[in-house]
């Protein structure tokens, strides 16, 4: 074998080589633009169109199940107005919730629940919120209860088939009778003597109002567990005779 044909071949192998690595070195690059590119949607969709929260108590039974999951449209409000009988889930308007108690974490734990909360895929703020169903909307006159325990919407008593009540109770914990000021929502829960809603905090200074500022967007459907899949109903056969209400 002469010296020429040894060099050749060598820098065939070479020439192998550096193809080897120029190809490995775009497969690589290919991959980091699609994980960008998947992160970045991801970070798009979760800040304006969806969102993902657990549900941490049993305020909202048996619509929601403690550890459920839920879908939240973030295009409502700020899109899509709220309607009677929305599922919303919204910021604690003050003193709501009791002061949250920090649990210590790994800081590898800590940095991966970030990036997972980036793009939407984990909930770790949804003990920061609340979740209800809309009754009063801004301009409705709510009160209840009347002599059926039933609450009334601009003086129509209305039938939930939705709540959960302990037996022979009224449909909410407190009486109440408001007016639901303008850019405010009045909001129950479903399971209506476990609930901190507006009917339990009429006494903070927001009187029990939720600004419609603090609403995070509406649930449309339960993702986890599996067993649950369900879209869910805001009933607006429910609300269909209480009349139009100053937005």
Known sequence: MTDDTTATRAEGVNRDRRKRQRSLKLFLRDILIIFVVAVLVSFLIKTFLIRSFYIPSGSMENTLQINDRIVV???EPNLVPISHGDVVVFRDPGGWLPPKVTTPQNPLAAAVDWALSVVGL???D???HLIKRVIGLPGDHVT???TLGQLSVNGVP???PYILLPAGETNASHPFDVVVPKGDLWVLGDNRWRSQDSSLNQGLPGKGFVPITDVVGRA?????PVSRWSVLDDYPGVFAGVGETKK
């Not at 449309?220 to 986890?224: A, F």
């Open 73 to 75: 449209n973030e295009l």
């Open 122 to 124: 984990s909930a770790s």
């Open 126 to 128: 949804s003990d920061d």
């Open 144 to 146: 209840c209860c009347n």
């Open 158 to 160: 209305i039938k939930e």
């Open 220 to 224: 449309v459907l339960i993702s986890w």
